[in-house]
């Protein structure tokens, strides 16, 4: 059975500083998805990265995927407070999704 | 943009009873899902559906969950004689042919007393 891990799960942060959230899943896989999530909102789809050594950037974040670790990273650069919320990995596996536990960033001014 | 639907937005019952969560998947979109999410946990499969029946189910979607395409447009969720545990956030989402990219709709908070 699929595991997926995220690390940290608790991440607290100033602005303006960078860091990265790691996503580690133990079976083979090629498909990775990134979500955020707002207190009582829906997930909103961050980033899809569908082959080895896939980087995709949108504003400051940018994931990537290296699929023979198993492992994908989301970067955040230079954070700002509406950063904050919930960001979940979820890894592919046959005709679902397998979420990891979240990370809950809150950005500090 | 197309989205996901989902009713109601929060929906209280008591314990035993059935309720029944409704989504409306993006309209030319083929596969359809069931997810929840406890408060404060990760998000958990429930079920996929394709071309009208189940195609993977998870083993918390045991006897007392059920799913139907009813028409050609909702996707429902029916709970059998709900427990207090099923109180959680139930995400639908959906995802055309061709693509990966799953779609999720607002949620329905179900909250069971």
Same mark, same amino acid.
């Given at each position: 059975e699929l595991k997926v891990e995220q690390n940290p799960l608790f991440l607290s942060m100033q602005e303006g500083k960078n860091y990265?959230?790691?996503?580690?899943?133990?079976?083979? %896989? /090629?498909?990775?998805?990134?979500?955020?999530q707002d207190p009582g909102k829906s997930l909103e789809s961050l980033f899809v990265l569908l082959?080895?050594? $896939?980087?995709?950037?949108?504003?400051?974040?940018? $994931?990537?995927? /290296? +699929?023979? $670790?198993?492992? %994908?990273?989301?970067?955040? +650069?230079?954070a700002v407070h509406d950063l904050s $919320?919930?960001?979940?990995?979820?890894?592919?596996?046959?005709?679902?999704?397998v979420f990891g536990a979240g990370t809950i960033l809150r950005v500090k001014s | 943009e197309p989205e996901v639907t989902q009713t109601p937005s929060h929906q209280v019952t008591q314990m035993g009873q059935e309720v029944i969560l409704r989504c409306v998947p993006i309209s030319n979109h083929l596969y359809f899902y069931w997810y929840r999410q406890i408060l404060g946990q990760k998000v958990e499969f429930l079920v996929s559906f394709y071309n009208n029946e189940i195609s993977e189910k998870s083993e918390i979607f045991d006897d007392q969950f059920s799913v139907e395409r009813p028409d050609g447009s909702n996707f429902t969720l029916k709970i059998r004689s709900t427990k207090?545990?099923?109180?959680?956030?139930?995400f639908c989402?959906?995802?055309?042919?061709?693509?990966?990219?799953?779609?999720f709709g607002p949620g329905t908070r179900l909250t069971v007393l």
């Open positions: 990265t959230i790691y996503c580690n899943y133990s079976t083979t %896989s /090629d498909r990775l998805y990134w979500y955020r082959s080895n050594g $896939a980087v995709k950037q949108e504003g400051r974040l940018m $994931a990537s995927l /290296d +699929t023979k $670790a198993r492992l %994908s990273t989301l970067h955040i +650069t230079a $919320a919930t960001y979940f990995c979820a890894v592919e596996y046959g005709n679902k999704l | 207090l545990e099923d109180s959680a956030m139930y989402a959906s995802t055309p042919k061709g693509t990966v990219k799953q779609f």
